[in-house]
């Protein structure tokens, strides 16, 4: 595990569609980041998709890579529809436009690159990772808002 990036990502949204967060952090050896981020009008599933190409957008190299995710949305994106998605010019079964195809485009050209291995986590279920990528969600939402109101 060693020669792996360790990430954790969760997206957070007050109303949905409403105010949104991400937060990401990565491990590397004994070195570790936190970043976050913060967008106007969003949806829940969304952020939980920007805060996995934030986390790795960052990667300087290509990566073995180990990504931590409580979204279900995410993972059965990842493993299961995007390649039907993909055979069908990013249409549904239902022959509808897939619902945030530019951030499916970022992830699927990343899962190309990195060797990424998605790991699911229950949320909220004391997992120190997914708590604080939850934590760095919430608190960019928390921050922007004190800014406006300043």
């Avoid at 990565?26 to 952020?47: A, F, H, P, Q, W």
């Avoid at 493993?79 to 079964?93: C, L």
């Avoid at 998605?118 to 800014?147: M, R």
């Amino acid at each position: 595990m060693k020669d792996k990036v360790i990430i954790y990502t969760d997206g957070a949204c007050k109303g949905n569609p409403g105010v949104g967060g991400w937060g990401a952090i990565l491990s590397y050896k004994d070195e570790s980041k936190k970043i976050s981020g913060y967008e106007e009008e969003t949806t829940n599933n969304r952020m939980e998709l920007t805060a996995a190409i934030q986390a790795l957008g960052t990667l300087k190299f290509k990566s073995k890579v180990i990504l931590h995710t409580d979204s279900k949305y995410l993972m059965d994106g990842i493993n299961e529809w995007i390649k039907v998605w993909k055979e069908n010019d990013w249409k549904t079964s239902n022959k509808k436009l897939v619902k945030n195809k530019d951030l499916w485009e970022d992830i699927d050209k990343f899962n190309q690159f990195h060797d990424i291995e998605w790991k699911w986590v229950k949320g909220h279920s004391g997992d120190i990772g997914n708590e604080t990528a939850d934590e760095l969600a919430n608190k960019a939402i928390i921050n922007k808002a004190e800014n406006k109101n300043a």
